[in-house]
Every structure is written in C-alpha cells, then in structure tokens.
Antibody, heavy 120, light 107 residues
Framework: EVNLLQSAAELKKPGESLKMSCQAS????????IGWVRQMPGKGLEWVAM????????RFSPSFQGRLTISADKSTNTAYLQWRSLKASDTAIYYC?????????????WGKGTLVVVSS | DIQMTQSPSSLSASVGDRVTINCRAS??????LSWYRQRPGEAPDLLIF???SLETGVSSRFSGSGSGTDFTLTISRLQDEDFATYYC?????????FGQGTRLDMK
C-alpha cells in the first residue's frame, strides 16, 4: 500500500528557516515524481512543486519559484521542501502528493498534510 | 497560467439526490482534467482522472464528462460521506492549476 508520511506541524517566526519531509513507502521511490500542494487557511489548493527522485529534475509553480528548495533522498525514500526565510503568508497546510502521469500529472496519493504556522 | 472556474461555488442537497458540478478551463485542455473530494479536516482524494476515468476504489456513483474547456462531475445517490468540497484540476500544462472549489452541504 502506497503511503506518504509527512513530518509534524511547525510553529515558526518570520525570517526563520524550515525543512519539512515526506517519506514514501509502498512503491519504488525512484519510479515516480513526488510533490507538494499548499492549502492556505480556509482556501483552495495550489500546486507548489515536484521532483523526480531518480535524477532530481524539479518543477516549480512560478508563484513559488525562488523561495523554496525541493530535494529527495533516495537512500531514505524521503522528499523535502525547504524555506530559507519564512513569511506570515507561508502559513498553510502543505500536502505531499504523488503525481502520476497519464494525460498530464494527476495526484493519486496524498499525505495527511503538515501544518505550518508562521507568527511573531 | 490556465484558469479553472467551478460553478456553483456552493450547493445544498439531500441524501439520495443527484448533483452536478461544473468546471471551465480558460483554454482548451482536451481531457487533461481530474476531480478531487476533500472532506472537512482531511486531505483531498482523487475521484476522476483524464476527465472520465474512475480512480480505482472510488464508487461508481461518481462520473466525469467533458472535453476542451467544459467539464462536469456528477454524483448520484448522495451519501453522507459525499458532503465535502470538490476541486477540479487541469493537468494539461504546468503550472498545474485547480478550480476554486465547490462546497456541497447537506440541505
């Protein structure tokens, strides 16, 4: 069974850094992309980024490019999303997703989400 | 970016009803469209991909149709667990984009 296990909730101050994780199991990690979707409080879904662990090819939404780093560790089947300097507007739930290619990439598995609260 | 617009933004229905949710793309996306359900407090889950293909394990009460710019999700014989928010998503090109969501409440 495919499972995406996300790291625990985080409470951070503006300007602090953050690295969240998503450990995949139940499938060959290097065969598929893995990515992230943001949901701000009371709002809809936004695609953030995705990475192909086999060669670290990464794709970003222009809305997030430049502020985030995405990486993957093949030895632990874990993907990471990292901020150098958080803002209050980064407060959201971040879902780890597995993009599957058919006609484009749809997300067939979702983690339970990591809540990030950025507040002074 | 391709804009996805859902209608209505919210609707009320009763157990056993049949409901339809619409999704319009700002340009032709062929059949590159998926639908998700998000129950309160939970992560979304995939219902339909490629506009009309039912994800494994999803009830046949859900069906999708459409191509080009106009798409529809139909839920027949509503059950308690269907009262949730529904999102469409275009998978034609990056950035991947979602509709704003349709909230389905119990009447």
């Amino acid at each position: 069974e495919v499972n995406l296990l996300q790291s625990a909730a985080e409470l951070k101050k503006p300007g602090e850094s953050l690295k969240m994780s998503c450990q995949a199991s139940g499938y060959r990690f290097t065969d598929d992309w893995i990515g992230w979707v943001r949901q701000m409080p009371g709002k809809g879904l936004e695609w953030v980024a995705m990475i192909y662990p086999s060669d670290s090819d990464a794709r970003f939404s222009p809305s997030f490019q430049g502020r985030l780093t995405i990486s993957a560790d093949k030895s632990t089947n874990t993907a990471y999303l990292q901020w150098r300097s958080l803002k209050a507007s980064d407060t959201a739930i971040y879902y780890c997703v597995r993009p599957i290619y058919s006609r484009g990439y749809y997300f067939d598995r979702w983690g339970k989400g990591t809540l990030v609260v950025v507040s002074s | 970016d391709i804009q996805m617009t859902q209608s209505p933004s919210s609707l009320s229905a009763s157990v056993g009803d049949r409901v339809t949710i619409n999704c319009r793309a700002s340009e032709n996306i062929r059949v590159y469209l998926s639908w998700y359900r998000q129950r309160p407090g939970e992560a979304p889950d995939l219902l339909i991909f490629d506009a009309a293909s039912l994800e494994t394990g999803v009830s046949s009460r859900f069906s999708g149709s459409g191509s080009g710019t106009d798409f529809t999700l139909t839920i027949s014989r509503l059950q308690d667990e269907d009262f949730a928010t529904y999102y469409c998503q275009q998978t034609y090109t990056t950035p991947i984009t979602f509709g704003q969501g349709t909230r389905l409440d119990m009447k």
